[in-house]
């Protein structure tokens, strides 16, 4: 269930008081983010500071009396906390897991499903499952749009959350400058073994093809300077184009020093799926690059249309970089108005607190 080789001791963490009998535990995606590693914003795993809103919720959460940890330290915590109640919240873990886990006290709160069916095709077959064991079962759509919606009536508690994005104030920096290059920045990184003309890994591979190497997309990320194991023969094949056509594909620190230099952005979903917004286009957003959207078929519901460039709405990707590349700059500089106004509204919060935010409420709600 959890790897044998990590350290489920609490001798070395804090250990916060229980002031309403409930310890939370939060399973992460990977076990590369156990032992609580899940909060630390110094680990290389925080790459954008994506784990910072754990970090927040933690503390948020903690200073309420509800203590925080990653679910691999359940065992060791029942000797700490041996007459609290545990809150078991799956945070992107396998549903298999997610299932797996028992013991006294532990009570199955909710699970989030962060990946879509092209990633994870197996936590989709568990739904009927989760929904049996736990009272939350979080998806990106509960209308059945990329997976098969369970015969009874679950309604109850399957619900949609959003992606938890940074806040606008903290994002934007250095992202006003007005010298940008007029061109199109990918970051992604070197994927092969999914990738297919339909899907999100195709549509990138294709945008590289194109436009890479006659300069009007520059291309950044890991995996594409070297022969994967893998994938030896494409990942060969990438490797050789570049080196031929002297093409250096670096991996930035931050997206944002990337994006705040470039006026467009690919921002290509996995998958097209109802409701499956990822950190993808908010990324490029908070930068005031103008994203060039694939994805979710439901997004101009979430986005306002004027905020960004729907891939959708042209008949190939050779008439949307056409329409980029005729843009004025004052047309380039309404899309950022347009930008600017849709991260001071209301209808970005939803995404700025996320599923982050529904857990906060969830425990802090009745005691405000």
């Known amino acids: 269930m959890f790897k044998n080789n990590v350290d489920t001791s609490t001798k070395d963490l804090a250990l916060p008081p229980a002031e309403h009998g409930i310890v939370i535990l939060l399973d992460p995606p990977s076990y590369h983010y156990h032992n609580n590693r899940f909060f630390d914003l110094n680990t290389p795993l925080n790459?954008?500071?994506?784990?910072?809103?754990?970090?927040?919720?933690?503390?948020?959460?903690?200073?309420?009396?509800?203590?925080v940890f990653t679910a691999d330290l359940f065992h060791g915590l029942q000797n700490v906390y041996g007459n609290c109640q545990f809150h078991y919240w799956g945070f992107g873990s396998p549903a298999s897991q997610a299932l797996k886990l028992s013991g006294r006290g532990l009570k199955k709160m909710g699970v989030v499903l962060f990946e879509p069916p092209l990633i994870k095709p197996k936590d989709y077959k568990f739904i009927p499952k989760l929904l049996a064991?736990?009272?939350?079962?979080?998806?990106?759509?509960?209308?059945?749009?990329?997976?098969?919606?369970?015969?009874?009536?679950?309604?109850?508690?399957?619900?949609?959350?959003?992606?938890?994005?940074?806040?606008?104030?903290?994002?934007c920096v250095n992202s006003t400058q007005k010298k940008r290059l007029s061109k199109i920045a990918l970051i992604a990184g070197a994927h092969?073994?999914?990738?297919?003309?339909?899907?999100?890994?195709?549509?990138?591979?294709?945008?590289?093809?194109?436009?890479?190497?006659?300069?009007?997309?520059?291309?950044?990320?890991?995996?594409?300077?070297?022969?994967?194991?893998?994938?030896?023969?494409?990942?060969?094949?990438?490797?050789?184009?570049?080196?031929?056509?002297?093409?250096?594909?670096?991996?930035?620190?931050?997206?944002?020093?990337?994006y705040r230099n470039y006026d467009f952005s690919l921002c290509f979903?996995?998958?097209?799926?109802?409701?499956?917004?990822?950190?993808?286009?908010?990324?490029s957003l908070f930068s005031r690059c103008i994203p060039i959207y694939w994805g979710a078929p439901d997004i101009k519901e979430y986005i306002p249309v004027n905020c960004f460039i729907d891939l959708n709405d042209f008949e190939n990707i050779e008439e949307c970089v056409a329409y980029c590349n005729d843009l004025n700059f004052e047309e380039k500089e309404i899309y950022r108005i347009e930008i600017d106004r849709f991260l001071e509204s209301d209808n970005f919060k939803k995404f700025k607190n996320g599923i982050h935010g529904f857990l906060s409420d969830f425990y802090l709600a009745d005691r405000n």
Not at 48 to 57: A, E, G, H, Y
Not at 146 to 170: A, E, V
């Open 47 to 67: 790459r954008d500071q994506t784990l910072k809103p754990n970090l927040k919720l933690k503390q948020t959460l903690e200073r309420a009396g509800y203590p």
């Open 133 to 171: 064991s736990f009272d939350n079962v979080f998806l990106h759509n509960t209308i059945g749009d990329g997976y098969s919606l369970p015969p009874n009536d679950s309604g109850r508690k399957l619900k949609k959350f959003y992606w938890t994005n940074r806040k606008y104030s903290s994002a």
């Open 192 to 258: 092969f073994t999914k990738a297919k003309y339909e899907n999100g890994y195709g549509k990138r591979l294709e945008a590289v093809k194109k436009f890479t190497f006659e300069g009007s997309l520059d291309l950044f990320g890991f995996g594409w300077n070297r022969i994967q194991l893998r994938s030896p023969f494409l990942s060969a094949y990438w490797y050789l184009r570049f080196v031929l056509a002297r093409v250096v594909v670096t991996q930035p620190i931050q997206k944002s020093d990337v």
């Open 269 to 283: 979903e996995n998958m097209a799926m109802s409701g499956y917004i990822t950190e993808k286009i908010f990324d």
